[in-house]
């Protein structure tokens, strides 16, 4: 599928409201009582899966990824040895997120359960800032409206 500039600035609005979700559910300004806590932990661990499928791909015909950007980005070298550093830890937080999350098996029942801390395998945190921070200033715009759109 071929993407035009107008697509990848308008996608930008979306990959903000999911990395910014991420964060603000990653690390919350205060701890949250028993069920509360949980909620957010699922809503971390969901945001987590997105941004890790968005980074690590490959992605299905109609997935925004990582890929579409990487040549738009004002520096790449940091973020590529990033996503290479975490990518070999991504294909089993995925299957075990994918498990731990909306999804009924039998195999799950002898998993043990996540834990929040396991997230910081894959260092969300960094790819984010870097991705951020190497966007053009013509993207800004979509970006900003993303964040907001999630506080």
């Given at each position: ?53 968005f ?41 075990r997120?994918d ?7 039998f ?45």
């Amino acid at each position: 599928m071929t993407t035009s500039e107008q697509q990848l600035k308008n996608a930008i609005e979306h990959i903000s409201f999911e990395m910014n979700r991420y964060l603000y559910t990653a690390h919350p300004r205060f701890p949250l009582p028993g069920r509360y806590g949980e909620v957010v932990a699922e809503s971390c661990l969901l945001h987590s899966r997105a941004i890790g499928e968005f980074f690590f791909g490959p992605g299905k015909k109609d997935d925004i990824i990582i890929s579409h950007y990487i040549d738009k980005l004002i520096s790449k070298d940091e973020l590529e040895n990033e996503i290479e550093k975490s990518k070999l830890c991504w294909s089993s937080y995925k299957k075990r997120t994918d498990k731990k999350l909306c999804h009924l098996t039998f195999d799950r029942i002898n998993s043990y359960p996540m834990c929040m801390d396991e997230k910081e395998v894959i260092n969300f945190d960094k790819l984010i800032e870097l991705f951020e921070t190497n966007l053009p200033s013509d993207y800004r715009e979509k970006w900003i409206k993303g964040k907001s759109f999630s506080i």
